[in-house]
């Protein structure tokens, strides 16, 4: 495993204060808040140490309220909603100075057989013909602000390989979509939980810019303002983060500052593992 997943694995690990009440730390990433990834996989961290072994989240939907602190910490609250048969509900609250900054609802299911069917995996080169972002912010990391560069160069716990490139400092108008090939920078785990909120971690990464593309703005476009309102992922199939997936995103609408994008995660073997949505701000704000 590497360093950088190794700690990111102990940050998504949170400290019990009692029951169904956690604290996790933050992660300065260079933002002018707390990555939205963060406080997903660190709430479905919460809420799994409340379920049933047998059970695995098959949905969470979640909405940021306030922006978090990148140097504070975050107290997540599980509320249990229901236990059934077939399903547990569970309510998590992520407080940040004495106010909910957060609410995530997931929900839970055991393995059981039913009908198949699914979309067919996009025709992508694989991940070995693309270059990770790393090494594509390190061609332009004498323009970047050091904050930035810290986020986006070195090695990262999740390496990303976009097939299409795009120049942050220099944007121009694309397809509202793109594809990504994600995956964890070590190996895991066996644990589907812990590949769970792995993915609902990394899946935040890229996700609202795929909205910009057509209008030639990035998250570098001074005076811009781009930050996610809500964002959630039906997990279908059973996956591995330490193997590559294909993130296939596209942005079907932008409308009164606000863009909405959708993806579809496969595997290698073209299997639809998950599905996400996310709508979030897009403006100027001077």
């Not at 996009?122 to 990391?141: K, R």
């Amino acid at each position: 495993m590497s360093k950088p997943l190794d700690e990111l694995l102990e940050l998504l690990q949170l400290e019990k204060l009692e029951e169904g009440l956690f604290r996790g730390q933050s992660e300065n990433l260079g933002l002018p808040q707390v990555y939205g990834g963060q406080v997903i996989g660190q709430a479905l961290s919460a809420a799994r140490y409340t379920v049933a072994d047998d059970r695995t989240v098959h949905s969470f939907h979640s909405y940021f309220l306030y922006p978090g602190d990148p140097e504070k910490p975050i107290v997540y609250d599980v509320e249990n909603l229901r236990d059934g048969r077939s399903f547990s509900t569970r309510r998590v609250k992520a407080i940040q100075n004495g106010r909910p900054i957060f609410y995530l609802t997931a929900s839970y299911h055991g393995e059981a057989p039913g009908f198949e069917h699914q979309n067919a995996m996009p025709d992508i080169p694989g991940p070995e013909n693309y270059a990770s972002e790393s090494e594509l912010a390190e061609q332009i990391a004498d323009f970047l602000p050091e904050k930035i560069k810290v986020a986006f160069c070195g090695e990262k716990p999740i390496e990303t390989r976009p097939v299409t490139v795009v120049n942050p400092l220099k944007p121009h108008k694309e397809e509202a979509k793109q594809y990504l090939w994600i995956k964890a920078n070590g190996a895991m785990p066996d644990n589907q939980l812990i590949h769970q909120y792995l993915l609902g971690y990394a899946s935040d990464w890229g996700f609202l810019v795929t909205a910009l593309h057509p209008h030639g703005v990035s998250l570098m476009t001074p005076n811009f303002q781009v930050a996610t309102i809500d964002h959630s992922i039906w997990f279908h199939r059973p996956f591995k983060m330490d193997e590559w997936l294909l993130y296939v995103i596209e942005s079907p609408t932008a409308s009164n500052t606000r863009g909405l994008v959708r993806g579809e995660i496969y595997n290698r073997q073209g299997h639809l593992v998950a599905s996400a949505v996310q709508e979030g701000v897009m403006r100027f704000t001077k």
